[in-house]
């Protein structure tokens, strides 16, 4: 498991640790995400933006082959996979399109006053860490009007614990007293059952989750309607983990029971006050939460997100409304390297390979990584996206999926572009509706750098499209592609091309396309710089198809057009 610090926007305490061995479910017979095929030879066909398919001519001999079809596999690309929990929309993280409000100090974050606990990462303080102000939820608008004044979205988690911190008077025991934690600690409750207030009564003893929801919601009355300023609201973090983190409000470990009450209450108040909100949970830390919330009391065997999809479910259909929108989960890859995990910033060459490797386990049903989870739980090939929309599908069908924390490691490394750039691609082809990257580190230029590709190649705010479509690869070993086409200019394609390898491969490009393709803009990442950059461009060899020099480890945002 990865424990982190305070919220998500400063980092001050604390550094990962390594993930519990214990046991996993079994593999399911989910498919893996995209083929691996050899593009096809000869072609001709006529040209133009007028629907009618050009067929790709022979790129001839090359070390890799990238066979793109936009008619293939088209669907739409979620706006909301492009997230940080970094707060940052500026220089290395502009054009970023989604923020989240999260960690540790929410779990405890009484929005009346901004007083927030640390939990285990500082002395379970009660402090003013999250904002000196004590103006009723200035902490979160600041927050919520950064992200949307950037063209960006939030995720607004809301504390479904059980307690908040009632002052700011510094360290709490780790294991409070009865009497100590009605002294340092408020209830919060899930509705207020009575007229909201702002603002709120400091001194009716109760904190409410949904006079919070109704304070955000009318301070950004359109962040339901604006889609690309949106405000989703997340149903607290990491409770697999509250017995460890914030045993101060939480010290016994969680139930099975025991959450889906929670969530049911709590995403009933949002929704009660927000009914077009779309509400996240359950928020699992990693791999061992999803399983079993951690080997949770009355956990008996059962697949955890299997019960709580089933549950959830349930309590829609007593509802009469949909109280879960997203399928939330955390992913810090325990895939390791020389002996190391690839979530640090360790760049021998073991590691390397792991880290660029490790992003083949969210959708490769044939990759088995070097892990616990796979190889002393058994579990052999994660497959992890795949794995996850099959079990919403079988129980809970409509439910979206998101990915609120992640981190491959790397940041000053050119393999953490690679590997960034790679999940951000998989985010897109695979449908995965919303993710943010959590920073372990003040400085990651190259996994900023790994998300310009997609989304500042040019330094001009030049974007990867908003349709996915069909992209192989004959090497998945050394190489991965993505493509896309923009609602904004059809037709133009726009590929993301990444060289894993150590040696400069000669990669040849077919594209089938409803336009004649003769030139492409070319933007490279690789070690010498932490942003692409424009490099020459490159002529048709053929219809619409093209040889590019990849560089030795390097990301490559190319813009083909007519």
């Known amino acids: 498991m990865v424990l982190r610090s305070g919220i998500a926007w400063v980092f001050v305490f604390g550094l990962p640790s390594l993930g519990c061995t214990s046991s996993a479910t079994s593999p399911r017979p989910e498919a893996a995400g995209g083929s691996l095929s050899p593009a096809g030879g000869t072609g001709g066909g006529t040209g133009g933006a007028t629907g009618q398919t050009t067929t790709p001519g022979d790129p001839g001999k090359n070390d890799v082959t990238f066979t793109i079809d936009t008619t293939a596999n088209v669907h739409a690309i979620s706006p909301y996979i492009y997230g940080s929990n970094s707060g940052d929309f500026t220089k290395e993280a502009k054009g970023l399109t989604l923020a989240r409000m999260g960690g ?84 919060i409750v899930a509705k207020k059952g009575a007229a909201y207030a702002y603002p709120p009564s400091l001194s009716d003893g109760k904190i409410y989750a949904d006079e919070f929801v109704s304070y955000l919601e009318s301070q950004f009355p359109t962040a339901q309607t604006d889609a690309s300023h949106r405000i989703f609201y997340m149903l607290d973090n990491e409770p697999d983990l509250w017995s460890q983190t914030h045993s101060e409000i939480h010290p016994d470990p969680p139930t099975y029971a025991e959450l889906v009450q929670k969530n049911t209450d709590f995403a009933a108040g949002i929704k009660s006050v927000a009914p077009n909100a779309l509400v996240m949970g359950p928020v699992n830390y990693g791999w061992q939460g999803m399983v079993d919330l951690q080997g949770a009391p009355d956990a008996n065997k059962r697949d955890f997100l299997e019960f709580y999809l089933d549950s959830m479910k349930a309590a829609e259909a007593t509802a009469g409304k ?38 083949r386990s969210l959708w490769d049903k044939s990759y088995k990584e ?66 943010a990257m959590w920073p372990m580190a003040d400085k990651i230029p190259f996994i900023f750098a790994g998300f310009a590709v997609f989304r500042n190649y040019d330094g001009s705010l030049g974007a990867f499209g908003d349709t996915s479509v069909s992209a192989t690869t004959s090497s998945v070993g050394t190489s991965s592609v993505y493509a896309s086409v923009s609602s904004k200019n059809p037709s133009n394609v726009i590929v993301v091309a990444i060289n894993k390898a150590t040696n400069a491969q000669i990669a040849g490009f077919a594209l089938t396309h409803t336009a004649n393709l003769v030139a492409t803009d070319v933007y490279t990442l690789t070690s010498a710089a932490s942003s692409p950059q424009k490099v020459a461009g490159l002529s048709a060899i053929a219809t619409n198809a093209f040889v590019y020099s990849m560089p030795a480890q390097s990301v490559s945002t190319l813009v083909f057009h007519p």
């Not at 999250?130 to 504390?159: E, H, N």
């Not at 895939?335 to 073991?350: E, F, H, L, P």
């Open 370 to 435: 070097d892990s616990w989870i796979s190889v002393a739980a058994g579990v052999g090939p994660i497959y992890l996206i795949p794995r996850l929309q099959a079990k919403i599908a079988a129980h809970y069908p409509g439910t979206q999926l998101s990915i609120s924390e992640y981190n491959y490691g790397g940041g000053n490394d050119i393999s953490g572009a690679i590997a960034q750039a790679d999940v951000l691609g998989v985010f897109g082809r695979e449908g995965v509706f919303a993710a």
């Open 322 to 359: 949909r109280l879960l929108d997203v399928l939330d989960v955390h992913w810090y890859p325990e895939a390791q390297g020389d002996g190391k995990r690839i979530v640090d910033d360790g760049v021998t060459a073991g590691e390397v390979q792991a880290r660029e490797q490790a992003p």
């Open 104 to 187: 540790n100090r929410l779990t405890a974050y009484n929005w009346e006053t901004n007083a927030s606990n640390a939990g285990s990462d500082w002395q379970y303080s009660n402090d003013n860490y999250m904002s000196a102000s004590t103006t009723p939820g200035q902490a979160m608008k600041d927050a919520t009007q950064k992200a949307l004044g950037a063209g960006a979205s939030i995720i607004m988690t809301v504390p479904i614990a059980g307690w908040v911190s009632a002052d700011e008077n510094g360290a709490c025991p780790s294991k409070p007293s009865a009497a100590q934690i009605a002294q340092r600690f408020f209830p």
